[in-house]
């Protein structure tokens, strides 16, 4: 919190407060408050019965009413072809979440109200229960520009968008008037992922930090969730000590490094925060390992900011055009942008032209290049020469539109034309860039097959 946006730490207020005055703090302090809220909600209830169940009552009541003429009546989840089993994946989520949906039991394709939908369509109604719930994850979000006195964007308390259609890519309609449907009983669909060449550990390994990342968590459960259900084991783990010390390439094909500050993944814990064991990042000794390995012939795979410690420490010939922008000209708090990918890449195999991108804290990519507009070479040791040549782009934000599909996004015309997706060649191997998190929080099922397909070597 920022005093220039109305909020003292140290000062009790109308919009801050009670202040914490120092002391003991014990595992009962923290306790005695779940406690007493919780009890003095129960005595609320109980002493205000009727109005909590007339409420209650008014809510639900509202919920399920007839939809008017020119209110959005529901929405229709199509069978999208390839991505089917994401539609079904859905569907099953929505399902779980108590969402009543409804299966056009349908031969062939059918029309109503001008529009024709593909056979096997499913239809979520907003007259239920649960309607605004789904409507809530079904529709974009566009969320509003909020600024402090001094023009800096306003941080949302989580992120600003959970469009699952885009995180899933999967077709979604709004359906703005009643319309008739052949109606069949809802199915459960098998939900295992399409278009994803998987890789059997032992082979690939996933880098864990001393100081734990909640991305380091995440990447492991979908990919460990992926193995396990084509029946292979589970990743590897390199820490810190496992990384400096070398000879990757004998035991390893690819690593990945995941969301993580770059100055954590090199530093980690200073001297005397943590014990000895857990101190200190890769250092340059794992830096020079990691090199090693690539140049070996392995594939070194960095999400979000850890890509920017794989440029700043290998010293590519990329530039991050928005790492010292401030937020009051580009700013992306967790949002949903629009990128067009080169599908003949090998990377992109199984994927659409246009796809999504979760960015949040995310780089952008632009190759660097001399004076004179030729590539400049770089050279770190014992590495191999570093142009423009050795870079290849899958994936850049559109030139000619604003990238922005949900959310909210500051500074688009910064990022237009600009990378999202680059692959660096370094020796024998290569390193992969992921300038979003291509496995956001296990719900970005529309960029898994660029995940997948760079950690199994599908170029190699």
């Known amino acids: 919190m920022k005093k220039d946006e109305g ?244 035991k390893l094909r690819a690593i990945i490094i995941p969301d993580q500050d770059p100055k954590t993944i090199l530093n980690g814990y200073k001297a005397g925060e943590m014990p000895p064991e857990y101190t200190g990042g890769l250092g340059q000794a794992g830096v020079k390992a990691l090199r090693e390995f690539v140049q070996q012939g392995g594939t070194l795979v960095c999400l979000n900011r850890a890509s920017s410690f794989a440029i700043e420490q290998f010293k590519l010939p990329l530039h991050d055009v928005v790492a010292k922008v401030s937020e009051k000209e580009f700013y992306v708090p967790g949002s949903i942008l629009r990128i067009e990918l080169d599908t003949s890449n090998p990377i992109a195999r199984g994927m659409p032209k246009e796809s999504i991108a979760w960015v949040e804290d995310s780089p952008v990519f632009e190759i660097i290049r001399d004076n004179r507009g030729s590539s400049p070479t770089v050279k770190e040791g014992s590495a191999s020469e570093m142009s423009a040549a050795n870079v290849t782009v899958i994936a850049r934000y559109p030139a000619d539109r604003n990238p922005l599909l949900s959310g909210w996004l500051l500074g688009e015309n910064r990022i237009r034309g600009k990378a999202a997706l680059v692959e660096v060649s370094l020796g024998k191997g290569r390193i992969i860039l992921f300038g979003f998190r291509p496995q956001y929080r296990g719900q970005s099922l529309a960029t898994y097959p660029l995940f997948f397909n760079a950690i199994s070597g599908v170029n190699q």
């Open 7 to 250: 909020y003292d730490p140290k000062k009790e207020s109308a919009t801050y407060g009670p202040l914490w005055h120092g002391g003991e703090w014990h595992l009962r302090d923290i306790t005695n408050y779940m406690t007493s809220a919780a009890f003095l909600l129960l005595r609320h209830a109980s002493d205000n019965r009727n109005e909590w169940l007339s409420r209650f009552y008014e809510i639900g009541k509202e919920a399920v009413r007839p939809r008017k003429t020119g209110e959005l009546f529901g929405f229709v989840i199509l069978p999208s072809g390839l991505y089917s089993q994401n539609s079904s994946k859905l569907v099953n989520l929505l399902a779980e979440a108590e969402v009543e949906v409804e299966w056009a039991r349908a031969q062939k394709a059918f029309r109503s109200n001008g529009t024709t939908y593909p056979a096997h369509s499913w239809i979520v109604r907003m007259a239920q229960p649960y309607g605004g719930f789904a409507k809530a994850l079904l529709e974009t979000q566009s969320y509003p520009n909020l600024r402090d006195t001094m023009g800096h964007p306003i941080p949302p308390y989580d992120v600003t968008a959970h469009t699952l259609p885009l995180l899933m890519n999967v077709e979604v309609k709004p359906v703005p008037a009643p319309f008739k449907y052949p109606l069949g009983k809802g199915e459960t669909v098998s939900t295992s992922l399409v278009g994803i060449a998987l890789a059997p550990a032992p082979g690939v390994a996933i880098y864990r930090s001393n100081e734990p990342s909640i991305d380091e968590g995440w990447t492991r459960w979908v990919v460990n969730n992926e193995m396990k259900a084509n029946g292979f084991e589970a990743l590897a783990t390199l820490n810190d000590k496992q990384t400096r010390a070398g000879s990757l390439a004998e």
